[in-house]
């Protein structure tokens, strides 16, 4: 390695051999370059997808009350279950130490929406406070809904950017604008910002103004919560699996449904599809290190394949310094020092490129489901190392069986 | 200088085996100029080979400036081949990257004779050669005539005991392959043990005696009276 005799050869050999030098280290290049930009975009995919799945708290739990499809101590199937602030109250007690946060929510039905002379045609639910956190909706402007105003049933709206980009455009900031709901003005006190347009075409105004001022009564049209955090994901699915059994018990007593009918009351929860989704991104992951392993294989077939075709073309070199005296190690060495030189050197420069186009293109990408394509620089390192030691590998059989050849024969070799 | 005695060797072809030398005796006294003539087939190849320790015998003895030549490891051959061997091919055999003087400081290099004086070295020896003009050109800018001396220079640098000759003329014009031989004949005046194998007889008549094989056996061993390449030239 420090033999700098054997250094000055090989850098002649380099030097007189360029083109086929520069061969041999496009293909190893490239296909490091291949390689990096190939697990730099099945990253980019996880990232994107990781992203659609952020729009709600990922402990977060949903109620739907739905239509009864069995008969149960003597009522009739086809009954439509109907949630009412009790029912949240109850389960919101009985469940207070699994529970983080919880809100029940009335979808305000059959009103006109005006703001000035405009009718607008979003939808009003009536939420309280912790609905924010349960949604994950980050406030632009203003605040959310508060304690405050669930208590006092005040008259104050909670819009989406959208409604604000489309409505109210002509003013600096939509607080303190008035939109009246069936003929009542509703103060707006925040702005709200979802992941996706469609959740932000909602108007939010306090559960208990929804109930009194739009003859909501005790009614509820469903319930959310979120659970605490838990570090471990297997714990945290179990624990809402748990909590959702629970739950839906309770509820089936109160409502007197049957314990198997899932439709009358659904309760769906976010961890669970998280682990389904879990599952798809782990599929995902898996078959890009499938591919990336494929192109690995199939780089390690081509540098092998360049050192045979070398290691062949120099048959004849290489019976002649035999010849002239070379010991068969020295001719080994020789051959995997020279091709472990450019293999490096190549490797790394596809690599400095890859990364610097994943870096500099990267967070400009803008399609659905990629996001900040990028690669973890160990994997690449040792991606490279790899081919390296494949290239030797793949190097060393044909020199070895080179340096084993008979002279005469490969001096015949024309 | 070399004392072979009763050497065979056979080669496997599949379930046949073909004997190819069939119990060879033979010496050769420092300073000879040899000539080993037979036809295609006759084994004397196979005969440089074994010389050229890049065989070797199936039985019998070779010894090699007093030093028997005997199952060598690859290794301990390559240094052997490199001090006590020099090569002459009828193909030339120069590396077609590497100029002239690279070519003829090779086996210096294997020798790990330092840089700089591996190429004074190789530089006195082209030079010997007549080719010091042409010392930093490329064998495919060289004449057929002109690789040869390189080629003989290459094998005069490593300054072996003995200097093995295959067909050295064979891809000469007449008029070159004397010339080549009269260089041959005058590192043998200065002293130098060579062996050449050859199928012509007028190159074979520069050389001071005749070695005929034939069938893997020497049919003929003469000395004879030398005619100088000079003349011709």
Known sequence: MFDLERWQEIFDTIRKNKLRTFLTGLSVASGIFILVILLGFGQGMRNGIEQEFKQDASTSVWVWPGVTSKEYKGLNPGRRIQLVNENFDRSSAMFKNTIERGSSRIFVRGVSVNYGKEALIYGVQGVASDFQFIENASMLEGRFINYQDEVSAGKVAVIGNKIKTDVFNKVDSPIGEFVEISGIPFKIIGVYKE???????????????AQKAFNGGNRINNMSFTLPPVENFDEAVAQAINFKDDMREY?????????????????WSAMEEAKRYYGLTNNIKLFFWFVGIC???AGVVGVSNIMMIVVKERTREIGIRKALGAKPWSIIAMILHESIFVTAISGFTGLIFSMALLELVGPNIEVDYVLNPSVNFKVAFSTVLVLILAGTLAGFVPAWRAAKVQVIESLRDE | MI????????YKMGSNSLHVLKGINFKVEEGELVAIMGSSGSGKSTLLNILGMLDGADSGEYTLDNVPIKNLSETKAAQYRNKFLGFIFQSFNLINYKSALENVALPLYYQKVPRKERQEKAMKYLDRVGLKPWAAHLPSELSGGQKQRVAIARAMAAEPKVLLADEPTGALDSKTSYEVMDL???????????????HEEDIAHMCKRIVHLKDGVIVEDKKIEQVRAEQYV
């Open chain 2, 3 to 10: 004392e072979i005695k009763d050497l065979h060797k056979s």
């Open chain 1, 295 to 297: 192109t690995i294989i």
């Open chain 1, 251 to 267: 509820l089936q007593q109160i409502h007197t449904v049957a314990p198997d009918d899932t439709g009358a009351m659904e309760v």
């Open chain 1, 195 to 209: 992941m996706e347009d469609r959740e932000e075409e909602r108007i939010y105004i306090p559960i208990t103004t």
């Open chain 2, 184 to 198: 041959i004949q005058k590192i043998n005046d200065d002293g130098n043990t060579i062996l050449v194998v050859t």
